[in-house]
């Protein structure tokens, strides 16, 4: 019978095994094409600015590497293998190493090892640790730039190894090599991993290794002033070069540093999208403009330089995601998160100012107190739901009744307090009682009409806010020991 109804909607159970291995094995040789093409590129980038044997300005391959395995996890395995291979061939053609077909092969073997282990293990560290912390941004990017370090100098003793033992790089050459080779990766990894981690996890909704809360690289935004920016870093590249270019001196490579204030600039008013591919862009002008004016002898500046300014930008991606925490911490302390109102610790504060100023202005003020009758029975009968939607009508209800001077807050429960400046007792009552009128012309549910007792306090000169609430507190008990549903003035 179920395969009828299957038949019955054009598809079998065997076809819809076909359709989703398929569909399983479609996109899964769409990712190895594209890490493929996109390593063979990124390769190619670095492969230009190339200073020394098997040491460039910067690694870009490396951060895709490691941004692939992050995202893609072990399916990116075979794509960075196989691309890893490749290189290995054509570095091999390049240089006119003599070497058999097998040395070739070994070669390759190694190489794709070395390079492909310490990356794909510090992806699996870097995804285990972010998972418990998705939410502290300074943390993740902190894990980040230390397993990039990591991972990178393992890579980078790795492959000098692997270079050697392969007879592609003679030990000499270790001393001098090790160093750049390992800056150039780890400025690869920490300029062009997050630019790649923020467009690969847009193509993989289902991850291996998950970065599933990661919203802050889902932003976009890009503001009017974004161009102008783009402008003053081009500039200022191009500013730095040619100082270093016409002064011959050292000390002005060290000017390149002061790319940090735009791009802080940068990193508290773009996305973060944004800013990782200004980043990515900055880097590309510094190493192409190093290659063009032929500053290799500072060559370690700048890679240092490249470093510098990529934690800085991280960093600084987390300022705005603080002070919009912050504001959400201030929204939760200072708002009811039921109704929507001032809370208790709001209602006090601005209960005290208006206590002040009513002194300084001898002008009247007046505090209500009031709750919901049988609130206890609303929740036991119908339950906490219902009584949840009551004292949100409730306080709807009171709103439209208020002027913006005016001011509403939950002291707890069912309990709230209107503060009204400028109020006498009697104008309080009558502020009351239209709330009251209109309460009880709203069903809801099944729930019976909502009722209300009220205690109205006016303020008396040399009183504090602690005292005016109580006077009101005592008198909202007046009105619940009389019955309840009614209004009830501090006597005293």
């Given at each position: 019978?179920?395969?009828?109804?299957?038949?019955?909607?054009?598809?079998s159970?065997?076809?819809?095994?076909?359709?989703?291995?398929?569909?399983?094995?479609a996109?899964?040789?769409?990712?190895?094409?594209?890490?493929?093409?996109?390593?063979?590129l990124?390769f190619?980038?670095g492969?230009?600015?190339?200073?020394?044997?098997?040491?460039?300005?910067?690694f870009?391959?490396a951060?895709?590497?490691?941004?692939a395995?992050?995202?893609?996890?072990?399916?990116?395995?075979?794509a960075?293998?196989?691309?890893?291979?490749?290189?290995?061939?054509?570095?091999?053609?390049?240089?006119?190493?003599?070497?058999?077909?097998?040395?070739?092969?070994?070669a390759?073997?190694?190489?794709?090892?070395?390079?492909l282990?310490?990356?794909?293990?510090?992806?699996?560290?870097?995804?285990?640790?972010?998972?418990?912390?998705?939410?502290?941004?300074?943390?993740?990017?902190?894990?980040?730039?230390?397993?990039?370090?990591?991972?990178?100098?393992?890579?980078?003793?790795?492959?000098?190894?692997?270079?050697?033992?392969t007879?592609?790089?003679?030990?000499?050459?270790l001393?001098?090599?090790?160093?750049?080779f390992?800056?150039?990766?780890?400025?690869?990894?920490?300029?062009?991993?997050?630019?790649?981690?923020?467009l690969?996890?847009?193509?993989?909704?289902?991850?291996?290794f998950?970065?599933?809360d990661m919203?802050?690289l889902f932003?976009?935004?890009?503001?009017?002033?974004y161009?102008?920016k783009?402008?003053?870093?081009?500039?200022?590249?191009?500013?730095?070069?040619?100082l270093?270019?016409?002064?011959?001196?050292?000390?002005?490579?060290?000017?390149?540093?002061?790319?940090?204030?735009?791009?802080?600039?940068?990193a508290?008013?773009?996305?973060?999208?944004?800013?990782?591919?200004?980043?990515?862009?900055t880097?590309?002008?510094l190493?192409?403009?190093?290659?063009?004016?032929?500053?290799?002898?500072?060559?370690?500046?700048?890679?240092?330089a490249?470093?510098?300014?990529?934690?800085?930008?991280?960093?600084?991606?987390t300022?705005?995601?603080?002070?919009?925490?912050?504001?959400l911490l201030?929204?939760?302390?200072?708002?009811?998160?039921?109704?929507?109102?001032?809370?208790?610790e709001?209602?006090?504060?601005?209960?005290?100012?208006?206590?002040?100023l009513?002194?300084?202005?001898?002008?009247?003020?007046?505090?209500?107190?009031?709750?919901?009758?049988?609130?206890k029975?609303?929740?036991?009968?119908?339950?906490?739901?219902?009584?949840d939607?009551?004292?949100?009508?409730l306080?709807k209800?009171?709103q439209?009744?208020l002027?913006?001077?005016?001011?509403?807050?939950?002291?707890?429960?069912?309990?709230?307090?209107?503060?009204l400046?400028?109020t006498?007792?009697?104008?309080?009552?009558?502020?009351?009682?239209?709330?009251?009128?209109?309460?009880?012309t709203?069903?809801?549910?099944?729930?019976?009409?909502?009722?209300?007792?009220?205690?109205?306090?006016?303020?008396?000169?040399?009183?504090?806010?602690?005292?005016?609430?109580?006077?009101?507190?005592?008198?909202?008990?007046?009105?619940?020991?009389?019955?309840r549903?009614?209004?009830?003035?501090?006597?005293?």
């Amino acid at each position: 019978m179920k395969w009828v109804l299957s038949a019955f909607k054009f598809e079998s159970p065997k076809s819809s095994l076909s359709l989703t291995t398929h569909s399983y094995f479609a996109s899964f040789w769409a990712k190895q094409a594209l890490v493929l093409c996109l390593w063979l590129l990124v390769f190619k980038l670095g492969w230009l600015v190339e200073y020394t044997q098997h040491a460039s300005v910067w690694f870009p391959a490396a951060g895709l590497s490691f941004a692939a395995l992050l995202v893609f996890g072990l399916q990116a395995l075979p794509a960075l293998a196989i691309a890893a291979s490749l290189v290995t061939f054509y570095s091999i053609w390049f240089y006119q190493l003599p070497l058999t077909l097998f040395q070739s092969l070994n070669a390759a073997l190694w190489f794709s090892v070395a390079h492909l282990l310490p990356y794909t293990l510090g992806a699996w560290v870097l995804n285990t640790l972010l998972r418990p912390m998705q939410r502290h941004l300074g943390l993740c990017v902190l894990l980040f730039l230390l397993i990039a370090a990591l991972s990178s100098f393992a890579a980078s003793v790795l492959v000098l190894v692997a270079l050697v033992v392969t007879q592609m790089l003679d030990a000499g050459a270790l001393v001098e090599t090790w160093l750049p080779f390992w800056i150039g990766d780890l400025a690869g990894v920490m300029v062009i991993a997050p630019l790649f981690i923020g467009l690969l996890i847009r193509l993989s909704p289902s991850k291996l290794f998950r970065l599933s809360d990661m919203s802050l690289l889902f932003q976009q935004h890009v503001s009017q002033q974004y161009p102008t920016k783009l402008v003053t870093i081009a500039l200022l590249v191009a500013f730095c070069m040619l100082l270093t270019y016409w002064s011959h001196s050292p000390y002005s490579t060290f000017a390149i540093f002061l790319l940090l204030i735009p791009h802080m600039w940068l990193a508290c008013t773009e996305s973060a999208l944004v800013n990782v591919a200004t980043l990515a862009l900055t880097s590309f002008m510094l190493v192409f403009t190093v290659h063009w004016f032929d500053l290799m002898e500072q060559v370690m500046v700048y890679q240092f330089a490249i470093i510098v300014i990529a934690a800085n930008t991280l960093f600084g991606l987390t300022l705005p995601a603080l002070v919009a925490d912050n504001q959400l911490l201030r929204q939760a302390a200072y708002i009811d998160p039921l109704t929507q109102v001032a809370s208790r610790e709001s209602l006090r504060q601005q209960a005290e100012s208006a206590v002040r100023l009513a002194e300084v202005n001898g002008e009247p003020l007046a505090l209500v107190i009031f709750d919901l009758d049988h609130f206890k029975q609303i929740n036991d009968k119908f339950g906490h739901a219902a009584g949840d939607s009551a004292l949100q009508r409730l306080t709807k209800v009171a709103q439209c009744h208020l002027r913006p001077t005016d001011l509403i807050g939950r002291f707890g429960g069912d309990e709230f307090v209107l503060l009204l400046p400028a109020t006498t007792e009697a104008q309080a009552a009558e502020v009351t009682q239209r709330i009251r009128n209109q309460l009880q012309t709203y069903q809801l549910a099944q729930l019976p009409l909502l009722q209300i007792s009220a205690g109205i306090a006016q303020w008396r000169p040399g009183e504090d806010y602690a005292a005016l609430f109580r006077r009101a507190d005592r008198a909202l008990y007046q009105a619940k020991g009389a019955g309840r549903d009614q209004l009830a003035f501090a006597a005293d």
